[in-house]
């Protein structure tokens, strides 16, 4: 099994673990996107990450963590759903211009309007609003740029460690829990509060000791190492217990249906426009590359389909 995420439990409840090592999968996912090792690297950290919140969420839905570039990259954008599937794509400025070598600030911050996003989706007929958080782009890598993030909207401290090539995506996660009965220090006017504080200071005690411990992967480690191993390596003195255990797949939703309503949304006169140009209107999917075609026979049966329900919507 290699597209593995797995959960862990401090035995005293102080903190939860997470990985996530992507291997097939992400492989699927970069088949038809040939970029340079810098721009995959990027792209692999953030869906490491994409997957790494999504565990956490509580409603059927998705995670999508977007990266709003202002230099050659203009997007690297990742979706990851509750059910554990996800997709990732990038897009480039000008295609003819793939910067070979790069980091997260030359290739999206240059001019310092970057911008990370974070869209929690519970998709239709979820009774849940969306939720859109937009961050300005800080850190030196994709792990930074997240934990600046939740450093502001989350009320968990949060540490992330990420690493991603061409073959593997792969991630580790640690975040704090709150104190029972959400009392972080001791008043020193009851027993129970004193018994509380003691506690809540060996908790504080476990998350240092284990923030130290993680702080020393590489991420040649974390890229080289199966999770089971890595996470023995790492706490081998400490008491985990092994809460979940899930697989990942690359899949793509796109359908022909979504093209249609995303070239309907184009206008009539823009359609007719590329078909002067050429027989066809060919559309590729951003995420897997499935290619679309619609001849002009296609093209005119969008707009009529969009006439009849019109018509239909008026006449009832
Ligand atoms: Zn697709």
Known sequence: ???????????DNSARIQAVRLESSWQTGLAHQPYPECIRSLLGELTAAAVLLATNIKFQGSVVLQ??????????????????????????????????????????????SGRF??????????????????????????AQVLEAY?????????????????????????????????????????????????????????WSRITQLASTVTSAELLETDIDT???RLFWQETLAELE??????????????????????????????????????????FCGKPYEFDAVDCAGLFVENLDDSNSRTLH
């Open 1 to 11: 099994m290699t597209d593995t995420f797995k959960k862990y439990l401090m035995a």
């Open 230 to 232: 890595l996470i023995r």
């Open 245 to 286: 255990s899930r697989t990942l797949c690359w899949y793509c939703p796109c359908s022909r249906t979504r093209v249609a309503n995303m070239l309907r949304m184009l206008g009539h006169e823009e359609i007719e426009s590329l078909l002067e140009e050429r027989e066809k209107v060919s559309v590729s999917c951003n």
């Open 150 to 206: 939740m450093r502001n909207s989350e009320q968990l401290d949060t540490r992330l460690w990420l690493a991603a090539d061409g073959q593997r995506a792969c991630g580790l996660l640690l975040q704090r829990l709150p104190d029972i009965g959400g009392v972080m220090t001791d008043d020193g006017h009851s027993s129970a509060g004193a018994v509380q504080g003691a506690d809540a200071a060996s908790r504080a005690e476990s």
């Open 67 to 112: 990266l709003q570039g202002d230099g050659p990259v203009s997007l690297i954008v990742v979706e990851c759903t509750s059910e554990l599937t996800f997709r990732a794509t990038v897009n480039l400025r000008d295609p003819d211009l793939v910067p070979a070598e790069g980091s997260l600030q030359s290739l999206l911050n240059a001019n310092g």
């Open 117 to 142: 996003m974070v869209l929690l989706d519970p998709g239709p007929g979820s009774d849940m609003a969306p939720y859109q958080g937009i961050v300005p782009m800080e850190g030196d890598n994709v």
